[in-house]
């Protein structure tokens, strides 16, 4: 069993950066693709950035790209996401996910295990 805790969310204001961690309960990296979701109040949860089990692809949503960065530490077990010059419509719930199949995937039935979320908040 994965286990997943996110951390580094916070308030911060328009155009601030933020980097949230997702720290696993065991080697996780060369098992599992990693990715980042994040649900706003009233909405779907929404696919946000992607880091497959070798490290080597990404993927993003078009929203982001260019302002994230996702990226994997396997001695610490941890996945991060780099978050610059924020937006006010960044702001939600921000969820750390595992899975296991073998394409990289970017819709959250394909993701096994979940973080239980780190709330994100921009200020205009």
């Known amino acids: 069993q994965v286990q997943l805790v996110e951390s580094g969310g916070g308030l911060v204001q328009a155009g601030d950066s933020l980097r949230l961690s997702c720290a696993a309960s065991e080697r996780t990296f060369s098992t599992y693709h990693m990715g980042w979701f994040r649900q706003a109040p009233g909405k779907e949860r929404e696919f946000v950035a992607a880091?497959?089990?070798?490290?080597?692809?990404?993927y993003y949503t078009t929203s982001v790209k260019g302002r994230f960065t996702i990226s994997g530490d396997n001695a610490k077990n941890t996945v991060y996401l780099q978050m610059h010059s924020l937006k006010p419509e960044d702001t939600a719930v921000y969820y750390c996910?595992?899975?296991?199949?073998?394409?990289?995937?970017?819709?959250?039935?394909?993701?096994?295990?979940w973080g239980q979320g780190t709330q994100v908040t921009v200020s205009s």
């Open positions: 880091i497959s089990r070798s490290g080597g692809s990404t």
């Open positions: 996910a595992a899975s296991g199949v073998v394409v990289l995937p970017t819709t959250p039935q394909k993701y096994n295990y």
